[in-house]
């Protein structure tokens, strides 16, 4: 398993944000469900969307292929801050559901030609539970040191368009897009604590508070592409990140952080990872 990456290591790896644009926009939805990667029993769901997560969601908003935008969102390269928007609230839903195991859906023929096919509809399905988030809601702020990336998601959010459809986590989810603008990243030069907005992706810095309880939780930050050129499997995390965030936020609660850069982005002032 890939070592935790702390914002040390992201600023090691390239510029900083100060004084650059960056993209503001709130995605949301009835339901969410971010899957965690340890544990197997009931599906359990981040309370945040993870890094690679948004990092996907804005490229499916562009229209990039599912191997094509590793590289844009590499430490150094881009920076991405989160804020839940509503109070963080979980269900657990029982769902019904068909196999997908890869030797059920293919066959090979003679040649030797994979061939994939939809599940057979008649088969048992199986029940399993299913934790969802409800009515969630991120504010994110995003920049990036790949230009063509950079114009082409402004436009698609300015136009309200997505290239493909925008969800929360499972496909089922879809998910709304308010496009907030364009601004410029300032850090903030402050002596001492400073409230944040946004999650804080490294929880040393989180000064305790009496008044606002919150919690962490790790998850993957970075992926790289494993496999060759029309391959259909092949990525893995490169890196993980641990978020802290208010438990009980309804938009309003703000961590206090001290030593952790901090950037004024329009009337908020969030922390990139």
């Not at 562009?62 to 509503?86: K, L």
């Not at 050129?229 to 001290?258: C, I, K, M, W």
Request: aromatic share 8%; glycine share 10%.
């Amino acid at each position: 398993m890939a070592d935790q990456t702390t914002l040390s290591d992201v600023a090691a790896g390239g510029d900083s944000a100060d004084g650059r644009r960056c993209l503001s926009l709130t995605v949301s939805g009835p339901w969410g469900h971010f899957r965690r990667v340890d544990g197997n029993t009931v599906k359990a769901t981040y309370r945040l969307p993870p890094r690679t997560t948004v990092a996907g969601l804005l490229a499916a908003v562009v229209g990039r292929d599912r191997d094509d935008y590793y590289e844009t969102f590499t430490p150094g390269e881009s920076g991405v801050a989160v804020q839940p928007t509503n109070q963080i609230r979980t269900i657990n839903l029982p769902e019904n559901s068909l196999t997908t195991a890869s030797e059920g859906m293919k066959s090979v023929n003679a040649r030797g030609k994979v061939t994939i096919r939809y599940p057979d509809p008649d088969t048992d399905r199986q029940r399993s539970n299913y934790e969802v988030l409800v009515n969630p809601a991120y504010r994110i702020d995003v920049w990036t040191t790949d230009d063509t990336f950079y114009e082409s998601l402004r436009d698609r959010l300015a136009a309200g368009e997505s290239y493909y459809t925008p969800s929360l986590g499972l496909s089922e989810h879809l998910a709304e897009i308010e496009y907030h603008g364009e601004f410029t990243a300032r850090r903030v030069d402050a002596d001492g604590a400073v409230a944040v907005d946004s999650a804080v992706p490294d929880p040393d810095g989180v000064v305790p508070n009496s008044e606002v309880s919150f919690g962490t939780e790790r998850s993957p930050g970075y992926m790289e592409q494993t496999s060759g050129p029309g391959e259909f499997t092949g990525r893995r995390t490169t890196g993980f990140l641990t978020q802290a965030y208010p438990t009980s936020n309804h938009g309003s609660q703000r961590l206090v952080v001290d030593g952790v850069e901090v950037y004024e982005v329009g009337d908020r002032q969030v922390v990139f990872a």
